[in-house]
């Protein structure tokens, strides 16, 4: 802006001294051209008089040099023919006829005429003068006088220089003085600028000068005013913007944002875990990541039909379902991402569960319709044969029982409605009382169950559940050793643990089956299970107790070697 206004006062300094100098020279040169129109009419009058005191022409001539000499002026007598009679700067010999000379002409004619010419003689710009000698003789005799012009080159070249210097000297004053005032007047429009630079590059933070009562004073409260406003929108933006990206990071759902081309705007940390997103994947197209061959497609088909499109995707092993939803009023979708392996697991495990219950009762249920249908048929008149089927009868039942006891014991450990009731328990005292509930059952089999834990030591835990997870444990090992058997209860104090293990000497488990065992009906040996009375449930309850304590059970089996349970609860008291 600087170099803009000293440019604009410099063309008008120029077109101004132009101007003046145009006009000043035409007013020299019209001045000077009086002067020697007056100083040559002065001469003429002088040469008239000596014309007129009739010399002859040796004498005239030598005469006419020397006033020409002394004057600095050309002198010359033209004859009634127009030949030169005397010339103070020339032969008259060798002259030309003047008759034919402008201002001879127009003098002849009106008795005075004047001319400005360039001299072939004396090779100058000349102003001539001729008067007639006798007015109202045009065959008279004339009287010329002539100057040449330099004068006038002379007085405009130094009036030029002149204007140059002058030029120059108020150029250079007025140049600094435009300098110092556009920096001033641009000083804050430049700072105004710096203000501006900064707030496009994020800085919202600078402030313009503020002047008083002029139009850049407006300017900066505006500009201050729009950099207060773009800070405080950015920072609800920012605060939004951060609440919206906490909100995607908690999602367990993945979420994409796909612009009109179905290239990745955004995805949050569950997106890149479920569908395998490499880091730096904005800005590529969801299907060069997602490989599947129809992503493709799924996204073109959400994008043209304008309406949410679901489909089912397999990623290594997660099941998942993506929904494309089209933003409406402008071009992208959304692609919600959800992992239902858990649900079809659980889904699975329902009809699996569903199915084993219904096994589970539809054989006690059949063999008790069966013997009560013989009985009603009058079989109960069949001494031998009737207490048979009221005792197959009983132990179904009985079978029934367990199987809904356990059921419903079951379904409070995993509803979360069973409430654990800690206190202060000895650990031998709780391992004697289950072995002696099942010291009968054991003996029948001329097994051997034993306790092995220090007397007095103690600790905090709920005594109900943890007897009803070792009852479990205990009635298992006696069913499943064989006759001669050992079955053996510990308890320990670990460092951060309480531990209480039974082991046994009986059939053990296959390695095969040992991550299974704790699954709900899950049986090794289903037939052998059925007939010992087993509902299956047993060491599903004992893993649902230790859960619900916060504590772990786990085997160690070898088919043929018997097996060992341990369960862990934490340490308290």
């Known amino acids: 802006m600087v170099r803009r206004f000293l440019l604009a006062y410099l063309a008008l300094l120029v077109v101004a001294l132009a101007v003046f100098g145009v006009l000043a020279a035409r007013a020299t040169r019209s001045r000077v051209l009086s002067e020697i129109s007056g100083r040559l009419q002065a001469e003429v009058a002088l040469v008239a008089a000596l014309v007129r005191s009739g010399p002859a022409p040796a004498p005239l001539q030598a005469m006419l040099r020397e006033m020409g000499r002394e004057a600095d002026v050309r002198l010359t007598v033209i004859g009634p023919d127009g030949t030169v009679a005397a010339d103070s700067h020339a032969d008259p010999s060798y002259m030309e006829n003047h008759n034919a000379r402008p201002e001879v002409r127009a003098a002849r004619e009106e008795g005075r005429g004047t001319n400005v010419r360039y001299s072939d003689t004396v090779r ?78 994020g800085d919202y933070t600078r402030r313009a000068p503020l002047t008083e009562g002029d139009e850049v004073g407006s300017v900066s409260g505006a500009i201050n005013q729009m950099a207060e406003e773009l800070e405080r929108r950015l920072e609800r933006l920012k605060a939004e913007g951060a609440k919206l990206e906490a909100a995607l990071s908690s999602l367990t759902d993945g979420v994409l944002a796909l612009d ?58 997660h099941d998942l379902v993506l929904n494309f939803s089209p933003l409406q009023g402008s071009e992208g979708c959304v692609v919600v991402a959800r992992d239902v392996t858990e649900e079809k697991r659980y889904e699975n495990l329902r009809k699996e569960f569903v199915a084993n219950v219904s096994h589970e009762l539809r054989t006690p249920l059949s063999v008790i319709r069966g013997y009560v249908e013989t009985l009603r048929d009058e079989g109960w008149k069949d001494g031998e044969n009737a207490p048979k089927f009221l005792e197959a009868i009983d132990k179904n039942v009985e079978r029934l029982s367990l199987l809904v006891g356990d059921l419903l014991e079951l379904s409070r450990l995993e509803s979360g409605s069973q409430i654990v009731h800690p206190r202060k328990m000895d650990l031998r005292e709780i391992l004697e009382r289950v072995a002696e509930d099942f ?32 009852r479990n444990l205990v ?5 499943y050793t064989p006759e001669g058997g050992t079955i053996t209860l510990r308890s320990a104090l670990e460092e951060e643990t309480v531990l209480f293990t039974v082991a046994d000497t009986g059939i053990g488990i296959p390695e095969s089956d040992l991550p299974r065992i704790f699954e709900r009906f899950y049986r090794v040996d289903k037939s052998r299970s059925r007939e010992l009375g087993g509902t299956g449930l047993g060491l599903a309850i004992v893993k649902h107790v230790a859960q619900l304590m916060g504590g772990t059970v786990t085997v160690q089996s070898q088919a043929g070697k018997g097996s060992v349970f341990r369960l862990r609860f934490p340490r308290v008291g």
């Open 124 to 201: 100058h710009d000349m102003m001539y003068l001729a008067v007639l000698l006798e007015a109202g003789r045009k065959d008279g005799v004339v009287i010329r006088a002539a100057l040449p012009l330099t004068r006038i080159r002379e007085e405009v070249d130094a009036l030029y220089a002149g204007i140059a210097a002058a030029f120059g000297a108020v150029g250079l004053g007025g140049g600094l003085v435009m300098i110092l005032l556009a920096r001033w007047v641009t000083g804050p429009l430049r700072a105004i600028r710096s203000v501006a630079q900064a707030i496009v590059q």
């Open 260 to 317: 009109g081309a179905g290239r990745i705007v955004h995805y949050n940390a569950a997106a890149a875990s479920l569908l395998s997103l490499a880091p730096g994947s904005e800005r590529l197209l969801v299907w060069e990541v997602v490989r599947h061959p129809r992503m493709e497609t799924w996204t073109a088909e959400a994008l043209k039909k304008g309406a949410p499109v679901r489909h089912a995707l397999e990623m290594g092993t």
């Open 439 to 470: 010291r009968v059952l054991a003996s029948k089999k001329r097994q051997s169950l034993g306790v092995e834990a220090p007397a007095s030591v103690s600790c905090v835990l709920d005594p109900d559940l943890v007897e009803r997870a070792l």
């Open 475 to 479: 009635d298992n090992a006696i069913k």
